[in-house]
């Protein structure tokens, strides 16, 4: 009883946030960066990554947005969430919180999330201990950060899409389907990313016909044998499904595809291991 009154309550306050978007003008935010060139990377690198699920073109893309403009900070905090060398990441956060100041408002919000993933990222590779409340100071930090900057931003895909993500951890698979379908465009839903990750909570959920239903649906949207997602969705419906062997071929292709791809390298070990 306790748990519908909560989740009736988020659903009461996400509503609401809807509702102020309904006169909101279509705007794309520049990520504090007037270079033309810098933002057109930064916007690939997203794609690559949220939708293609190519992580290793997502890096190059992330890492050539910064080339334009050095004073890119949130493209490169974006490298700094990125990149697996410890010592880069290191010095990317020190000068991310030297320039932090710099800022506007609304890519403080920003930063102020993808500093305290880098921080976490950087104690972990030092060796250093996590407090057990980390993750939860974290995780509210970005849906309060990402919650005030969707409300003057709505129709940044991406951001929506992280954003989604943190409900998902923080309130479970349902209420994290509802939001979705609360705060997406009809034009967002139609986006790679959240097609996937619909069908990645229908999985959680145990709706695997639906879930591959919208496999299929991603395929083709994506309309590219390339895209590793496609292959990714397929490998974790098999796997909560018990069909190993189905789930161990399409982890493997897209593996094989992006070797750095960590969500799929972290669903190969648990694949394997049962």
Same mark, same amino acid.
């Given at each position: 009883?306790?748990?519908k009154?909560?989740?009736f309550?988020?659903?009461?306050?996400?509503?609401?946030?809807t #509702?102020?978007? /309904?006169?909101?003008?279509s705007v794309?935010y520049?990520?504090?960066?007037?270079i033309d060139s810098?933002?057109?990377?930064?916007? /690939?690198?997203?794609v690559?990554?949220?939708?293609?699920?190519?992580?290793m073109d997502?890096e190059? @893309?992330?890492?050539?947005?910064?080339t @334009?403009?050095?004073?890119f900070?949130?493209?490169?905090s974006l490298?700094?969430r990125?990149?697996?060398?410890?010592?880069?990441?290191?010095?990317?956060?020190?000068?991310?919180?030297?320039?932090?100041?710099?800022?506007?408002?609304?890519s403080?919000?920003?930063?102020?999330?993808?500093?305290?993933?880098i921080r976490s990222?950087?104690?972990?590779?030092?060796?250093?201990?996590?407090k057990?409340?980390d993750?939860k100071?974290?995780?509210?930090?970005?849906?309060?950060?990402?919650r005030?900057f969707?409300?003057?931003?709505p129709?940044e895909?991406?951001?929506k899409a992280?954003?989604?993500?943190?409900?998902?951890?923080?309130?479970? #698979?349902?209420? #994290?389907?509802?939001?979705m379908?609360l705060?997406?465009?009809e034009?967002?839903?139609?986006?790679? @990313?959240?097609?996937?990750y619909?069908?990645t909570?229908?999985?959680?959920?145990g709706n695997?016909?639906?879930?591959?239903e919208?496999a299929d649906?991603?395929?083709?949207?994506?309309?590219?044998?390339?895209?590793?997602?496609?292959?990714?969705?397929l490998?974790?419906?098999?796997?909560?499904?018990?069909?190993?062997?189905q789930? /161990? @071929?399409?982890?493997?292709?897209?593996?094989?595809?992006d070797?750095?791809?960590?969500i799929a390298l #972290?669903?190969?070990?648990?694949?394997?291991?049962?």
């Open positions: 009883m306790r748990f009154k909560i989740h309550l988020f659903l009461s306050i996400l509503i609401g946030f #509702a102020c978007q /309904k006169n909101e003008p794309t520049n990520y504090g960066t007037k810098a933002l057109y990377y930064f916007n /690939k690198g997203w690559s990554i949220m939708d293609e699920g190519r992580w997502s190059k @893309f992330y890492r050539k947005a910064v @334009f403009d050095d004073d900070i949130l493209g490169k490298v700094g990125i990149t697996q060398n410890l010592y880069e990441r290191i010095a990317i956060q020190k000068e991310l919180e030297d320039k932090i100041v710099t800022l506007d408002e609304d403080k919000l920003l930063l102020q999330v993808y500093l305290a993933n990222m950087n104690k972990r590779g030092q060796g250093l201990r996590l057990p409340s993750s100071n974290r995780l509210d930090l970005s849906e309060r950060n990402f005030s969707l409300k003057k931003h129709n895909d991406y951001i992280e954003y989604i993500e943190v409900l998902h951890r923080k309130y479970g #698979a349902k209420t #994290a389907l509802d939001s379908y705060l997406a465009t034009r967002q839903l139609k986006l790679p @990313f959240y097609i996937h619909n069908a909570i229908e999985t959680e959920l695997f016909e639906r879930a591959l919208l649906d991603l395929k083709n949207s994506l309309n590219n044998p390339m895209a590793p997602n496609q292959y990714l969705i490998a974790d419906i098999y796997y909560q499904m018990d069909s190993i062997r789930a /161990k @071929f399409m982890i493997e292709k897209v593996v094989s595809l070797p750095k791809h960590l #972290a669903l190969k070990e648990k694949i394997y291991k049962k």
